[in-house]
Structures are given as C-alpha cells and as structure tokens.
C-alpha cells in the first residue's frame, strides 16, 4: 500500500495454500490517514470467512493498527502491527517486506494501480522460510462501491491477443527502458509470445502435477497458479535469474505482470508490463 490510497478502501483477499489450493476470502476494511507529523496511519479490519477458521489466516482477525512514512521512493512501517520497508517503482507500483509481530508471520507483499479507484494487492506470509498463504486480492474505494470486489478467470481464457507497456526500472528508480509490446496465446490457451521493439519473447508452459515446467526464453524454471495469479522462479547458467509475478483483472480486463531480474542472486533491475485485451 501506499500514501496515493488516502482515505477508506474495501479489500478482497484471496487466500491459496502453497500447494496453490484456494483456501478462503478475508474481507478488509482499510483506512489510510494522513497525521500531523506526516506520516500515514494505517488501520485494516479484517473479516475471515468461516472456511478460514483452522487456517493460519484465520488468527488474522481484528484490527491491525501501523504508521508509514515517506522517504522519497521508500516507505518505512514503524510499527506497532507492520515493521518493515517497501519502494515504489514508479506510478502505481510498490514493493514490501517486513514482519507483522503480533500476527507473528513476515511477509512480502506488492501493490499495483490497476485504475485510479482499483488497487490489485497481495503477496505472501511465512514462518521464517516457510509459506503458510499466498494472497491475491483488490481494493477499491470504500465510497464508490456497491460490493465487495472480485477477481476471476485466466488471462487466456478470454482472449488470445494482447497490448500495452512495458517498463524496465533500476535499483536508483531509473528508467532504462519503456516500449509498447503485444502479447498472443497459442491455441492451447498456455503458451504465448511477446514482441516488441526490444525483443522476441516465448513463454512455453507444461504442466507437471500441480506445477508447470516454464521456458522464459533463455530462462528455465517452475511455475504455479494461484487462482489469477500465476508465479515463476527460473535461471539460467550464465548468472541471471528471473523472478516472475502476473495477475489478470477480469473486471478492467488488464494483465498486469512483475518481473525482478537478478544478477549473481542480487536484484538488478524491475520490469513491469501492463497489457489489455484486444476484444
């Protein structure tokens, strides 16, 4: 979250297993206020549905109260309920990590600005190293909504052809590159390829259990679906590795997809592409 989401947000958060079973919804009242001494309070009420209530997710019921302060593209939480830190990368898109200690679990998490009054959120908690939940959800303005939000469906599943953006961001918050590029799903409905000025891209998926086996280009790896979410970790031999997050909003039909890239295990540059589909 960020301090450009000022003021009362409905949330809904979709809770998968890390073997990627879909496990519940937790609805969330957010407020973000603006104090005195600049910082930004942050409260979020949290509501799990009944299927949640032998679920690590379930003990986070209640009211979870923290401060956020702004340090140019950084954000600090100070506690008491969130401690830790996130850097935006750019308009509408902000990493985190840190820990939440009475909840006792740490956590990374994302945000990204689908449209001015629709946030896609989420990320995962965990035991030290081990996962107890991955999150997808979305938040939109308390006042403006009729409803909770939702999200559905697969991205290929509504259609083949896609367009937008993609942005190549820095560690010190420059941008090395922005180029318009198009996405188009095979007849399987799993595989794509992505062009643009830049480059040639294949996305091959196979399925393995309740994994995929993925080539990313030159990259080999794994990946996992979770709900409209879908996550790839792949490498290479020549030192770089490839971090991959993508999540399809139904309603706005946009994809929306974060890919860190390291080199020698440390991250060297973030590229985000926003995509919409052709109808």
């Known amino acids: 979250m960020s301090d450009q989401f000022l003021g009362s947000w ?46 690590p997710m379930g003990a986070f019921a209640g ?3 923290f401060e956020m302060s702004v340090d140019g593209r950084y954000r ?24 939440w200690p009475r909840f006792g679990h740490n956590f990374r998490s994302f945000a990204i ?16 190293t081990e996962m107890v939940a991955n999150i997808v959800g979305v938040a939109v303005p308390e006042a403006e909504a009729s409803d909770w939000p939702t999200l559905r469906e697969n991205p290929e599943l509504t259609t083949a ?13 420059t941008i090395e590159n922005e180029t318009q590029i198009s996405r188009h799903y095979r007849p399987d409905g799993l595989n794509f390829e992505e062009t643009s000025d830049e480059r ?32 790839i970790e792949a490498t290479t031999s020549i030192r770089q590795d490839l971090e991959w997050l993508e999540i399809f909003d139904a309603e706005t039909n946009h994809l929306f997809s974060l890919r860190r890239r390291l080199q020698d295990g440390n991250l060297e540059k973030m590229e985000m592409v926003w995509l919409k589909g052709e109808t």
């Not at 896609?162 to 918050?173: H, I, S």
């Not at 294949?202 to 794994?222: A, I, P, S, W």
């Open 63 to 65: 009211e979870w109260l």
């Open 10 to 55: 409905l949330v809904s958060e979709y809770i998968y297993n890390p073997d990627g079973s879909f496990a519940g919804m937790v609805r969330q009242r957010r407020e973000l206020l603006q104090m005195a001494n600049g910082r930004i309070r942050i409260s979020q009420h949290c509501t799990p549905e009944a299927a949640l209530q032998n679920h």
């Open 76 to 99: 600090r939480y100070h506690g008491p309920d969130v401690i830790g830190s996130g850097t935006t990368w750019g308009d509408g898109v902000m990493t985190g990590r840190g820990l």
């Open 161 to 173: 052809n896609w367009r937008g953006t993609a942005r190549t961001v820095l560690l010190d918050g």
């Open 113 to 128: 600005l689908a449209t001015p009054t629709r946030q896609l959120t989420g990320g995962s908690f965990y035991k030290a």
């Open 200 to 231: 040639y891209l294949q996305v091959m998926m196979d399925g393995r259990e309740n994994y995929l086996d993925v080539q990313v280009g030159k990259f080999t790896g794994l990946g996992k679906r979770y709900g409209p979410m879908l996550q």
